[in-house]
């Protein structure tokens, strides 16, 4: 088993940019499902990166120390909220069968998509501006 998910995350790891199916459920094994999820999770933690650069460059310094802080918080939360909604054993994980890295990526995406959008907003109306409405 050990040596299946070492498998895994060096293909995960190594995966080439390709097209990314809709639904990574819809790929044709369970290895080109979870690399179709890493890759998707790439992607959205590449736009999450940009927005926050953005943000980070219209902020002051309490901003922008702020701003780290809350990711790290976020990231921290995304992680155990996909935990929780996949089911994820973290005290047996070899009990969490070959579905769980791309279940996690999935919704890994879909937090990270969440959260880009939340600091998109924020770019039109950065923290400590009273007049601007959300």
């Given amino acids: 088993m050990k ?6 995350l060096m293909l995960w ?3 080439a940019a390709a097209e990314v199916p809709t639904l990574c459920a819809d790929a044709p094994n369970q290895i080109e499902g979870t690399l179709c999820a890493k890759r998707k999770l790439d992607d959205a933690e590449v736009g999450l990166a940009k927005v926050q650069d953005a943000l980070q460059a219209k902020l002051d310094p309490n901003g922008r120390r702020n701003l780290d802080l809350a990711q790290k918080a976020w990231r921290r939360f995304r992680d155990l909220e996909c935990q ?5 054993d973290a005290e047996h994980p070899d009990r969490n ?6 279940l996690i ?3 890994e995406t879909a937090m990270t998509e969440r959260r880009t959008h939340d600091l ?15």
């Avoid at 929780?84 to 994820?88: I, S």
């Avoid at 998109?120 to 959300?134: F, I, K, V, W, Y």
């Fill in 3 to 8: 040596q299946a998910c070492l498998a895994v």
């Fill in 13 to 15: 790891s190594t995966a």
């Fill in 84 to 88: 929780l909604e996949t089911g994820y």
């Fill in 97 to 102: 069968g070959s579905i769980m890295p791309m």
């Fill in 105 to 107: 990526g999935e919704c």
């Fill in 120 to 134: 998109t907003d924020q770019l039109a109306c950065p923290g400590g501006d009273m007049s601007c409405e959300r």
